[in-house]
């Protein structure tokens, strides 16, 4: 048996050890970070933002307390989120915690800021109700100010903080030209698209009867869902921005789809003449999906009216990405009627990298033709897989120097559109055009953050085998997991219980 004193030594060096511990994890922060795709490990975008900061960055954070458990959890992180970008800028990024519910004038002051409450719902003695919660932070630098109206868990919280940061403290923006004058998507439907491209660029409209886009500043082009035709004079001005190394990126329709009069034809600007001078053939068809998009229709059941929505091949809902920085982390990207991409070049020194492709059960069809919204579809109606509708070219595209053109043939996907018009695209959507715009032209790695943000893994996307393996899985692993320790502690009493019997045991 052990003395007395060794058992008080040995609970002091406990206590002495936690104690340790504690002074150690005062001075310095560390986080275990187990989750698939990383998002409590800063990137190494965000540790370059940060340690290239010159001048100090304050951060005011808004939160409420005295909230329901999962909202004291993320303040909790965002705390350590703070702390880790205070630690590795070198003590630049300071931060303070403010309770906007305290008194009327702090919650004043918040709101001044550009901070709003949020309604949460909290329960109280069997009774649920609402409650006032603030939520938000806001980022200083010199007299600047960037708001983050809502704090989301995970990596999203890091891309807002890193973004904010980069916007109050880059000196020189790159600029990007959106092309306009040949039909193009003017700026103001396009508000997610320019929201998140302008926290690093200056985004501009651009005319090529009004710039030398040769001479210009521009690093990128960006022209999205041209309408009317391109005047040679202009396609030549396009060749001189690939000549001189600047790149393009461009979403375009090489159909259209009315499902007022159901009907599909091919569209024509000479954009397309031009890819294919260049190698790139988009084609006049229409792709189709098993895994697509649904359309809503009325429906006649006697007197009665009614509208249903109904799966429609020709929407087609991309899962299917290369591994390239572009599409990293993307799981879904709703497309309307898209046309599959092909490279006809040979023997050239341009590469063609397809970054989208269909799903394994799809096809197409040629313009024009006729829509039937409520056929019925069979398996036969998807003969091909993995059709292109994105693809990156590299190369000396136009002689000169070596370029880079990312080509979506889809030049809908991105547009919110404007007025009563106005839609939320999908986060991917969004993702995949961001991305696009970014890997041409900038090399921070924020790219990362952005898919890093939203990944969705939606069930209604897998196959039945997948679901039913994870129902079982949620279901008898606690029921395993319990027997199993039950087991191991009915072996070890047991296997005390013939220790002590034996004739040795002390």
Known sequence: MKSHKSIYTYILAIVGVVILVNLVGDRFFLRLDFTADKRYTLSDATRNILGSLKKPVTVTAYFSEELPQQFTQLR????????????????????????????????QKAMQEGINPVLINVREKDQVKQQKAYLGAVVHFGDQKEVIPLIQDGAAMEYSLSTSIK????????????????GETPLNALAQVLQSLMVLYEVEPVNLDEVSVNASSYKTLVIINPTDSFPPAHLAKLDEFLA??????????????NLQTTS???IRTGLERWLESRGVKVNPNFILDQNCGSVTVNQ??????????MRFPYLPLITKFAPHPVTKGLSSVLLQFASSIDFTATGSDISFTPLAMTSERSGMENAPLTFNISRNW????????????????????AGGMNSRMIIISDGDFPVNGAGQQARQ???????????????LS????????????????????????????????????????????????????????????NENYI
Request: aromatic share 8%; hydrophobic share 35%.
């Open 167 to 182: 916007k109050l403290t880059a000196e020189n923006k790159p600029k990007v030209g959106l092309l306009q004058g040949h």
């Open 76 to 107: 909790r992180d965002f705390k350590e989120e703070l702390i880790e970008y205070s630690n590795r800028s070198g003590g630049k990024v300071t931060f303070e915690f403010i309770n906007p519910n305290k008194d009327e004038a702090t919650e």
């Open 425 to 439: 695209i999908p986060p991917d959507n969004l993702n995949l055009m961001v991305n696009s715009v970014d890997w």
């Open 244 to 257: 001189a190394g600047k790149n393009i990126c461009i979403a375009m329709n090489r159909v259209d789809g």
């Open 442 to 501: 900038d090399d921070t790695g924020l790219i990362d953050l952005r898919t890093r943000e939203v990944t969705s893994r939606p069930l209604d996307q897998m196959d039945d085998g997948k679901k039913a393996m994870l129902k079982y899985i949620n279901f008898l692993l606690p029921i395993l997991l319990i027997l199993g320790i039950g087991f191991f502690r009915y072996q070890s009493r047991r296997n005390l219980r013939f220790r002590r019997m």
């Open 300 to 309: 006649q059941q006697g007197y009665m009216t009614y509208q249903s929505n």
């Open 378 to 397: 069979q398996q036969q109606d998807f003969p091909r897989s993995g059709l292109t509708v994105a693809a990156l070219v590299a190369g000396k595209l």
């Open 264 to 266: 599909g034809t091919e």
